[in-house]
């Protein structure tokens, strides 16, 4: 440590009186020092290695933009020459530096950054942007080089963004700690908001952010976490949730790990955005090689992003369209009220209030009313309504006409739909719209469907009156339902308790509820411990002779399935080793044909007339996933089933049932009685308590569970288990569809 | 007629020498007379009617417009004054205007079209504009003001395009006979090009018409149709696809009734995008109330595009995206490659790639060899190419990197992706994408995800040279998946004959098939003529006696289905009018419960163990709709079905079972035997040989139709018929699901 060495003059304007000190020792400031995250925005001074007077030295690039953008903190170039780098002085290195740096931002070749960071924990210095690449996007040599630096940087106690990363942006400070050729643009200027912006690629990342600037989204801090070889994306999140005036958070991300950190964000109410990207298989395999990370399937993407009640988009321009209604107040219901001066937008706003799942709001009769006296005949009075251009020419009419809108309780939320709008009749509208959506509180945005330049600066007007302005009806309905989405998601009780692990009965088994079922576990394995933790199965027995297969289909009831216990053989049905239906006189033959595939033969009862569903459990990258749907011999078919990660909620697996074609069939179908789905409810949950305790990477496939008419429970059929290998956790979620029907 | 007429100035600056006539009369102009419809766009002089000095005129607005953009034929104001209108000199009437007239633009009150037009008839002047309000758009009265005009105009021989219209642009002659307030934006350049441009909706037309010149999307012609009591958008369409220099023809519809027509367009070759508004429920009912028009079921229209190749988008920002890709050349395959400056496009991009149905381009072992001489280890010779910034900073290796990829043959069409593109980097892009594009023949279409002002010349200079820009990758590649549909469009065969009305069976009963089932037919009235036209019913007879009851059910083959007939009985199944597996023994009592329910007994052979199929045929405001699913008590519970208007090819119907999961069903599952697909596609195409040759207006429910292992046919065991009602016609789509399982 070299506190107070004289380093010559300062490219920071101000702050450049403390004396230098590691910013963790600099407590005495009168700026309390940020977090180590928070140093990616709000460094109160930043160190700068890897500069050069070279033409295209990546290095000079922040240094200038935090000159350009008016960043307030000293800002250290750090140079071995310690002479003028770029007209400026330099400091041969951190120790030598004489301000405080909460911040290095590392632009040197691969091979020279472990050395920075024995520099940065010398000094204390709690944060590094490693832009530099040639890390684990390169290879197996690049991946072990970044194995050391964060070995050595955790144990430091230095925090690592990156490597491979582009940098970060304190929007309000002007701290733009990035090289992106963005802040190069002439015409770019920084546009301060509440929403932060999390990418973890680079170029894809800084683009979008040109793009929010230009349409007037205002971000507050922005940040590239390029390979997360320490500083994960859903971190910085976290962190930004915590920053106060946070409304919003916009991320793109490759790969998703830490579910349950994402959750805690979502948790802190701060409404999340994420462009997933690797959708596809293509997209997945992209993905893969383009991080290194483990793309997870994308149904369990969408199910688990669901369920934690992240918005997930599928394209930039959806992601901005949402961050532009974050800031609105919340959609508490989901019926929208239109008002266009186009029947044609109305019904484009129409078809999409039905496409996002949102409701047409039907109008009191009082507002019908109220609108027969406005509206001209030409017009509708009805939900879409078209107010006609004759009353959009008069003020007061266009006033009443919102008025009448937003005062029926029935209405959550309103779209207004405009087409070619000029320049005299902006001031109006705003007017009109932001008087009503102040008034009302209910959210308010715009879709006009027209060129910009017919009327220039009717985006940023009504941008300042708080109403989002978007170019076609149907995306200011997908950003209502986004906003719809975020609102509920706040109502809702997050405090709801996830089922717990069961003891199930209480009569001395709960020891067994909990064991693990062994390697190689057969069906009758599983069924016993199921049974032991409550959940019905069929009663049966085995037979090891001929001569007792008749009386153990008559302790069965008088017709029973026989199935073959083979060690290894899982398509038991294929393999002819279930013989379903078998009466006493049939037993003996049953029995042989059974035996004859070299196990043990079990008989047990015959469960008919049900309805058959799957309930299941499968690992996934995000962690186990349970899976409920159609099950039978049409699993296969119509390969209809919904997945949740586990913890589940009895309402979880309620809402399971619903989105499957399974709430359809157990309703009954073509007069058939309803059948017992909260029994198959009780006994989902029941079964995510048990294996919520089993070590992870199993995969546990109930089918079919058949449901019987109410009153009647169900029973589990049959069962498979694979118990877990060493790549398990390698398996992508598409195993949580049933792959293996015994 | 008062040809000659001398009436002082003019309001147009050229060929205002000609003697006044008629447009059809002046048959000796140097310029040949446009057809009707040509003389929206093309019109040699126009006349404009309802102009006043009163401030708000609309019909000053015409007349500006036509001044503005640089229309050259003559303009007449005709008012019935005669003197000066906006300091022009008027004519009394179009009798005493002196040049010739193709198209007379009407901005009068309702109540004086009528006369107007007769003033039409008289001088033999072809068309009319109607812009005018107040017709079927206002209620009844109002509907039928505007069939008293269509009646007149078309006894005389004049075409009219509206009412309640916003007029027409012809844009290479300035020709804008509008009013649109687009017109008067102070920043507003007719933008020229190869696209038709066809709305029912007036404002949102314009509106969208705005943002195409905006993007710098070139129109040639710009109709707004509004209630189209005449000239109907599908006409308009078929008129510009014959303009030469035609590339394509987008569309804004809320109601679609002439389907043929639509298929006669895309016919001629020219691709056409249909933004078809109207799509949900609440959608379609804000349709019907917006223009008086049926809509039709959302299915069917979805189906009858998809049938005759228009490309069907979701919102205005998509129908733009596609115009800009009309002028590519044709994408022959799927295979897309993406070339990307970021990971975070390309895998964005391969996301869009598997959405929309395109496939993944699998280079060719020689393109990646000559890859991995030029991209380096951090960047991706695998699809998606990620060529890192260090080869886009070499011209010469990118220009390497485009070819090696454009000549793969695997390779059908390029995406090329870049995010913050500044100024210097674009010249450098725009030549090696233009090069490639123009020497191997192939589309190539960017995305670019910046900000404009980063490159504000790189959109136009990407367009002039052919390679269209969109924002997102997503984007881009739907376009090219757009272009693709128009490609394979081209390319199919569309000689494919229908399926004929067939006699099938030559053993004289011919005539039976074409017989139409009687009204109130029963189960057997429907299967015996189906048996008469080939196609294979069980066998079956009456029963009239419980003491014949065991015979039948010997006749069948030992077991049968005893179904009730009676009158009026559609669900016999839910009433117990039918027991299935009858056996000899139990044939007498089956009898009596069945004759109980008042009708007779029909007795039929047993058929078991074939997969079940719905084939069903239903009307629809396009027309008769097709059928084809998954059957039985899956039906209902899975909605799992296929639609095509009629006529259809074999083709058809292959395509039809692929794209449900009977497909699945059909193959066996769980190692049950494949069924006789082939036997169930001849059925249904020889139903709808039938079918097709029946009044309109029926319901036909063949459910199900069970298909038996290979080699064993089809039977169809129910079928229900509903005679055509006089609503039939009014239905919609929704009903070709059964609703009506027997």
Same mark, same amino acid.
């Given at each position: 440590m070299a506190d107070g060495v004289s380093a010559g003059g300062s490219t920071g304007p101000e702050g450049s009186h403390g004396s230098r000190g590691s910013a963790r020792s600099a407590g005495a400031g009168?700026?309390?020092?940020?977090?180590?995250?928070?140093?990616l925005w709000a460094a109160r001074g930043v160190a700068v290695i890897g500069v050069s007077d070279r033409a295209g030295s990546l290095g000079q690039l922040p240094v200038r933009f935090l000159e350009r953008y008016g960043y307030r903190g000293p800002v250290s170039i750090i140079h071995p020459s310690g002479g003028q780098v770029m007209g400026r002085p330099s400091h041969r290195s951190l120790a030598v530096a004489p301000w405080p740096i909460d911040l290095v931002v590392v632009l040197v070749g691969s091979d020279r950054v472990e050395a920075v960071i024995d520099d940065c924990i010398a000094e204390g210095i709690g944060t590094a942007i490693i832009c530099s690449s040639g890390?684990?996007?390169?290879?197996?040599?690049?991946?072990?080089?970044?194995?050391?630096?964060?070995?050595?940087?955790?144990?430091?106690?230095?925090?690592?963004?990156?490597?491979?990363?582009?940098?970060?942006?304190g929007v309000a400070a002007g701290q733009v700690t990035s090289f992106s050729p963005l802040f190069s643009g002439e015409r770019t200027e920084l546009v301060p908001g509440p929403i932060g912006f999390v990418s973890q690629s680079g170029a894809l990342g800084y683009g979008a952010v040109s793009l929010a600037f230009e349409r007037g989204l205002g971000l507050g801090w922005v940040v590239n976490t390029g390979n997360e070889a320490d500083i994960s994306a859903v971190e910085v999140m976290a962190a930004m949730a915590d920053e106060p005036g946070c409304r919003g958070i916009l991320a793109y991300a490759e790969s998703l790990g830490d579910i349950a950190g994402l959750r805690a964000v979502v948790d802190r109410g701060v409404p999340v955005a994420l462009l997933k990207a690797g959708r596809s298989d293509a997209g997945a395999r992209a993905a893969a090689s383009h991080t290194g990370a483990l793309a997870a399937g994308d149904r369990v993407v969408d199910a688990a992003l669901r369920q934690i009640g992240v918005v997930r988009v599928d394209d930039v321009d959806e992601l901005l369209d949402v961050g532009d209604v974050m800031t609105c107040?919340?959609?508490?219901?989901?019926?929208? *009220? %239109?008002?266009?001066?186009? /029947?044609?937008? !109305? +019904?484009? @706003?129409?078809?999409? =209030?039905?496409?996002?799942?949102?409701?047409?709001?039907?109008?009191?009769?009082?507002?019908?009313?109220?609108?027969?006296?406005?509206?001209?005949?030409?017009?509708?009075?009805?939900?879409?309504?078209?107010?006609?251009?004759?009353?959009?020419?008069?003020?007061?009419?266009?006033?009443?006409?919102?008025? *009448? %809108?937003?005062?029926?309780? /029935?209405?959550? !939320? +309103?779209? @207004?739909?405009?087409? =070619?709008?000029?320049?005299?009749?902006?001031?109006?509208?705003?007017?009109?719209?932001?008087?009503?959506?102040?008034?009302?509180?209910?959210?308010?945005?715009?879709?006009?469907t027209g060129a910009d330049h017919l009327a220039p600066a009717a985006n940023s007007q009504m941008r300042a009156a708080g109403i989002p302005c978007y170019q076609t009806p149907a995306r200011a309905v997908r950003a209502l339902a986004a906003l719809h989405s975020f609102s509920r998601e706040h109502a809702s009780s997050?405090?709801?308790?996830?089922?717990?692990?069961?003891?199930?009965?209480?009569?001395?088994?709960?020891?067994?509820?909990?064991?693990?079922?062994?390697?190689?576990?057969?069906e009758q394995d599983v069924k016993d411990l199921l049974a032991a933790a409550g959940i019905p199965v069929p009663t049966g027995r085995f037979v090891d002779r001929a001569d007792d297969a008749a009386q153990a289909v008559e302790e069965c009831g008088g017709a029973a399935v026989f199935k073959a216990v083979v060690p290894g053989l899982v398509h038991k049905s294929d393999a002819g080793g279930v013989v379903v239906g078998v009466t006493p006189d049939r037993a003996a033959a049953a029995y042989e044909q059974v035996a004859g595939l070299g196990g043990r033969v079990w008989a047990e009862e015959l469960v008919g007339g049900g309805v058959e569903a799957l309930v299941g459990c499968a690992p996934s990258p995000l962690g186990p996933v349970l899976t409920v749907g159609v099950g039978g011999v049409l699993t296969e078919v119509f390969n209809d089933v919904a997945l949740r990660l586990l913890p589940v909620t009895a309402a979880d697996v309620e809402q399971m049932v619903d989105e499957t074609r399974l709430s359809t069939l157990l309703a009954g179908v073509r007069g058939a009685a309803p059948a017992d789905r909260a029994a198959l409810v009780e006994t989902v949950c029941r079964l995510a308590g048990i294996v919520g305790s089993w070590p992870s990477g199993f995969e546990l496939d109930l089918n079919p569970v058949t449901v019987l008419p109410q009153g009647h429970g169900v029973r589990v059929l049959d069962a498979a288990y694979i118990a877990p290998t060493s790549d398990a956790l390698e398996r992508t979620g598409a195993h949580a569809d049933p792959e293996h029907p015994a």
């Amino acid at each position: 440590m070299a506190d107070g060495v004289s380093a010559g003059g300062s490219t920071g304007p101000e702050g450049s009186h403390g004396s230098r000190g590691s910013a963790r020792s600099a407590g005495a400031g009168l700026v309390p020092p940020p977090s180590d995250i928070q140093a990616l925005w709000a460094a109160r001074g930043v160190a700068v290695i890897g500069v050069s007077d070279r033409a295209g030295s990546l290095g000079q690039l922040p240094v200038r933009f935090l000159e350009r953008y008016g960043y307030r903190g000293p800002v250290s170039i750090i140079h071995p020459s310690g002479g003028q780098v770029m007209g400026r002085p330099s400091h041969r290195s951190l120790a030598v530096a004489p301000w405080p740096i909460d911040l290095v931002v590392v632009l040197v070749g691969s091979d020279r950054v472990e050395a920075v960071i024995d520099d940065c924990i010398a000094e204390g210095i709690g944060t590094a942007i490693i832009c530099s690449s040639g890390f684990a996007e390169t290879g197996d040599a690049g991946a072990a080089l970044q194995e050391r630096l964060v070995a050595k940087a955790r144990a430091g106690g230095v925090r690592l963004l990156g490597p491979n990363c582009i940098g970060t942006v304190g929007v309000a400070a002007g701290q733009v700690t990035s090289f992106s050729p963005l802040f190069s643009g002439e015409r770019t200027e920084l546009v301060p908001g509440p929403i932060g912006f999390v990418s973890q690629s680079g170029a894809l990342g800084y683009g979008a952010v040109s793009l929010a600037f230009e349409r007037g989204l205002g971000l507050g801090w922005v940040v590239n976490t390029g390979n997360e070889a320490d500083i994960s994306a859903v971190e910085v999140m976290a962190a930004m949730a915590d920053e106060p005036g946070c409304r919003g958070i916009l991320a793109y991300a490759e790969s998703l790990g830490d579910i349950a950190g994402l959750r805690a964000v979502v948790d802190r109410g701060v409404p999340v955005a994420l462009l997933k990207a690797g959708r596809s298989d293509a997209g997945a395999r992209a993905a893969a090689s383009h991080t290194g990370a483990l793309a997870a399937g994308d149904r369990v993407v969408d199910a688990a992003l669901r369920q934690i009640g992240v918005v997930r988009v599928d394209d930039v321009d959806e992601l901005l369209d949402v961050g532009d209604v974050m800031t609105c107040p919340p959609l508490a219901g989901g019926r929208i *009220a %239109i008002v266009t001066t186009s /029947g044609g937008s !109305g +019904i484009l @706003a129409a078809d999409a =209030v039905e496409r996002h799942g949102l409701t047409l709001a039907a109008l009191a009769a009082e507002t019908t009313v109220a609108l027969d006296e406005i509206v001209p005949a030409f017009g509708s009075t009805a939900n879409p309504v078209d107010v006609t251009a004759s009353v959009m020419s008069n003020g007061a009419l266009f006033d009443r006409t919102l008025d *009448a %809108i937003a005062d029926d309780p /029935g209405v959550d !939320g +309103i779209v @207004a739909c405009f087409c =070619v709008l000029t320049g005299k009749d902006v001031d109006d509208v705003v007017n009109s719209l932001s008087r009503v959506a102040e008034r009302s509180g209910k959210p308010v945005v715009v879709a006009r469907t027209g060129a910009d330049h017919l009327a220039p600066a009717a985006n940023s007007q009504m941008r300042a009156a708080g109403i989002p302005c978007y170019q076609t009806p149907a995306r200011a309905v997908r950003a209502l339902a986004a906003l719809h989405s975020f609102s509920r998601e706040h109502a809702s009780s997050r405090s709801e308790a996830p089922v717990p692990v069961e003891g199930a009965v209480s009569d001395g088994r709960e020891r067994m509820s909990h064991q693990t079922p062994p390697h190689g576990a057969s069906e009758q394995d599983v069924k016993d411990l199921l049974a032991a933790a409550g959940i019905p199965v069929p009663t049966g027995r085995f037979v090891d002779r001929a001569d007792d297969a008749a009386q153990a289909v008559e302790e069965c009831g008088g017709a029973a399935v026989f199935k073959a216990v083979v060690p290894g053989l899982v398509h038991k049905s294929d393999a002819g080793g279930v013989v379903v239906g078998v009466t006493p006189d049939r037993a003996a033959a049953a029995y042989e044909q059974v035996a004859g595939l070299g196990g043990r033969v079990w008989a047990e009862e015959l469960v008919g007339g049900g309805v058959e569903a799957l309930v299941g459990c499968a690992p996934s990258p995000l962690g186990p996933v349970l899976t409920v749907g159609v099950g039978g011999v049409l699993t296969e078919v119509f390969n209809d089933v919904a997945l949740r990660l586990l913890p589940v909620t009895a309402a979880d697996v309620e809402q399971m049932v619903d989105e499957t074609r399974l709430s359809t069939l157990l309703a009954g179908v073509r007069g058939a009685a309803p059948a017992d789905r909260a029994a198959l409810v009780e006994t989902v949950c029941r079964l995510a308590g048990i294996v919520g305790s089993w070590p992870s990477g199993f995969e546990l496939d109930l089918n079919p569970v058949t449901v019987l008419p109410q009153g009647h429970g169900v029973r589990v059929l049959d069962a498979a288990y694979i118990a877990p290998t060493s790549d398990a956790l390698e398996r992508t979620g598409a195993h949580a569809d049933p792959e293996h029907p015994a």
